[in-house]
Nanobody
Framework: VQLQASGGGLVQTGGSLRLSCAASGRTVGSYSLGWFRQAPGKEREFAAGISWSGARTEYADSVKGRFTISRDNAKNTVYLQMNSLKPEDTAVYYC????????????????WGKGTLVTVSS
């Protein structure tokens, strides 16, 4: 499975961005999908995740109420809608796929995409 994230960029505080992650190589309809992020000098951390059916989602406390994860299995794509962005959201955002259950643990992810940089200016 190859994952390609896109949609990052520079936005002002309070603005919005929508990240996309397209999968290729095989269908990810049976995979849980997640978004992780890594700020400069910090470890990669979980941001949001969605189960294979889309019925269950999880969010880090820091993004809950502002970010929304969704997926379109017909398009083999997962999205992250980010609203009310803050400077502390600045990071490289990575999408990942897990062949088992929805999890926040990055060591459980089977596939990773290259990241897309989100910069939020104050």
């Amino acid at each position: 499975v190859q994952l390609q994230a896109s949609g990052g960029g520079l936005v002002q505080t309070g603005g919005s961005l929508r990240l996309s992650c397209a999968a290729s190589g095989r269908t990810v309809g049976s995979y849980s999908l997640g978004w992780f992020r890594q700020a400069p000098g910090k470890e990669r951390e979980f941001a949001a995740g969605i189960s294979w059916s889309g019925a269950r989602t999880e969010y880090a406390d820091s993004v809950k109420g502002r970010f929304t994860i969704s997926r379109d299995n017909a398009k083999n794509t997962v999205y992250l809608q980010m609203n009310s962005l803050k400077p502390e959201d600045t990071a490289v955002y990575y999408c990942a796929a897990d062949s088992f259950l929805l999890t926040r643990r990055r060591d459980r992810m089977d596939y990773w995409g290259k990241g897309t940089l989100v910069t939020v200016s104050s």
